[in-house]
């Protein structure tokens, strides 16, 4: 959802090359400017993990918008829908849906029942130190595939459009990215990436609906013949419009998207980064306000991201996406080039410019947010509470946090750079198929099964977790193909891309499993406190 794979120079930004760096420029300083000032107002623990419960409802929506658009959703939607039409938009609506199980399953229970991280919850009612170290591994895990995707992404794209070729000038670009993140992290905390999400989300919009604008205003508003000349200009005719020609061709096709689908719609509740927005906001009510403001200004978003994949396929040349990237990554700058009035116009070079800056800080917002999840949860779950047994002080688990959002920083540096050249879209898959697997079963089977055990819990959470990394592993995305991170190697058995339909349903099956099997009997008493306090948050924090 998030990667951008190879990214090469659209026609016309060498020449306006000084622009691209100002505008780069003014979002650093003026999103560092914003860190700075919330940072001074992060007195303790709850306002570094959860900012201080603040948030309003809307402000909440507006930054769980600002952490789910993130770039592959801006671009990678976008160049799906102008090459594969159809088949393209599926993204969209999968991305979309995910928010439903979100907002009716996980919302309001897990902000009445946890404090900073998911292993509150898990933890509630079962044996603390095993159960949060599953959790605090598990966040992490996830928190780092998406990571990786997103800095790889970071460097490809800063570094193509400010002309740097050089691998030690890709490998500086990353580390630049890693250092503003560590550095928004460890002075804003919580409030400050939220903060930065909300600016972020907002200039996305504004840059979204402007290209929308001007793709329609070259059409009349005319839906109906923007999609014909998409269809005629794509080569393929009918088809484009309708479904098939990415995921239909064969039944492992078919049963790949499946997979996909399944991991797109029931990772979301499950992905670490999302799950802590939960805590900002002073009440449960306020927490479903917010999922409800994010899919209104999500679903807006991807309903405009068909103005600009199908845009591109009706303005640009379809061999043109390809050559500049083979995955149609780039669709969305080049389009905006073109409303804006073509490659050697001040107008195109002005948009262009605006489109790629809007991206980077796409970026740098989404990755602040995965360092803040996995941090939070090595602090609080792994640092205060297994490796401390409680007995830390709040400073010292502020303290922990920061120290380890340094570590995750370096770490997510380190393979980035090392990343920087491979594809990267199925890190981000795997994500949410390792979210779906492993996370999403635990926290439901807590909230929602009485005879749940700690057992059930570890079983699901590591089963999940090494049946979509294993599967992932042995599949194409890393050897075997051309589009493989591993182009050389060959030693994948595994025929999907993405393992979800096997992972998902394993964490379920292992976490009835390990309850069925388990010696230990769960505590009917602390079920019955976790229902009254999730449906009705008496006693929450």
Do not use: C
């Amino acid at each position: 959802m998030s990667a951008i794979p190879h990214l090469t120079t659209a026609a016309g930004a060498t020449e306006h090359r000084p622009l691209i760096i100002t505008l780069f420029g003014l979002f650093v300083v003026a999103t560092l400017i914003i860190t700075v000032w919330a940072g001074r107002q992060t007195k303790d623990a709850a306002d570094f993990y959860a900012g201080g419960r603040q948030f309003t409802g809307f402000q909440n929506g507006l930054a769980i918008s600002g952490d789910y658009m993130s770039a592959a959703s801006f671009l990678g939607i976008a160049g799906a829908i102008a090459l594969f039409g159809y088949d393209g938009f599926l993204y969209s609506i999968g991305f979309l849906v995910a928010w439903l199980v979100a907002l009716l399953l996980v919302a309001e229970p897990l902000r009445n029942s946890g404090r900073y991280t998911m292993g509150d919850v898990l933890a509630y009612r079962m044996r603390q130190r095993p159960v949060r170290t599953a959790a605090g591994t598990s966040t992490i895990v996830v928190s780092i595939f998406y990571l990786l995707a997103q800095m790889a992404g970071a460097g490809v794209l800063v570094s193509l459009l400010l002309g740097i070729t050089a691998d030690g000038g890709k490998i500086a670009v990353v580390a630049l990215v890693g250092l503003l993140m560590i550095v928004y992290v460890t002075i804003g905390g919580m409030k400050g990436t939220t903060w930065v999400q909300m600016v972020k989300a907002v200039l996305l919009i504004a840059g979204t609906l402007l290209i929308t604008f001007l793709v329609l205003l070259k059409f009349n508003f005319n839906v109906s013949a923007l999609l014909g000349q998409a269809a005629e200009h794509s080569g393929k005719g009918a088809k484009f419009l309708e479904p098939g020609l990415k995921y239909g061709k064969d039944s492992l096709t078919k049963l790949d998207f499946l997979s996909l689908g399944l991991a797109l719609v029931l990772g979301t509740a499950g992905l670490p980064h999302i799950l802590i927005r939960f805590y900002t906001v002073p009440t449960a009510k306020a927490a479903r306000k917010s999922v409800n403001w994010a899919i209104g200004i999500i679903g807006a978003f991807y309903l405009m991201t068909i103005a600009l994949g199908f845009g591109a396929a009706a303005l640009l040349d379809r061999d043109a996406i390809i050559k500049s990237n083979k995955a149609g990554n780039t669709a969305a700058p080049l389009l905006a080039q073109a409303v804006g009035g073509g490659p050697d116009s001040t107008g195109g070079a002005i948009l262009l410019a605006v489109i790629s800056a809007v991206a980077f800080a796409t970026i740098l917002a989404v990755v602040a947010g995965l360092t803040l999840a996995s941090s939070s949860s090595f602090a609080h779950d792994i640092y205060v509470n297994v490796i401390r047994k409680g007995r830390a002080t709040e400073k010292e688990e502020v303290r922990a946090a920061r120290w380890s959002t340094v570590v995750i920083g370096a770490v997510a540096i380190f393979l980035g750079a090392l990343a920087r050249d491979m594809n990267v879209a199925g890190l981000v898959a795997l994500a949410f198929a390792v979210a779906a697997s492993a996370n999403l079963p635990t926290i439901l089977y807590s909230l929602f099964w009485k005879r749940f055990t700690t057992q059930g819990a570890l079983w699901s959470i590591y089963g999940g977790l090494v049946s979509a990394v294993g599967l992932v592993l042995f599949s194409p995305v890393v050897s075997g193909k051309p589009t493989s991170m591993f182009k050389d190697a060959d030693f994948y058995w595994f025929p999907l891309e993405n393992p979800g339909i096997i992972s998902i349903p394993l964490g379920f099956l292992l976490g009835w499993l390990g309850t069925l099997l388990s010696k230990e009997k769960a505590d009917p008493q602390k079920f019955a406190e976790l229902e009254v306090r999730s449906l009705t948050g008496t006693g929450a924090h």
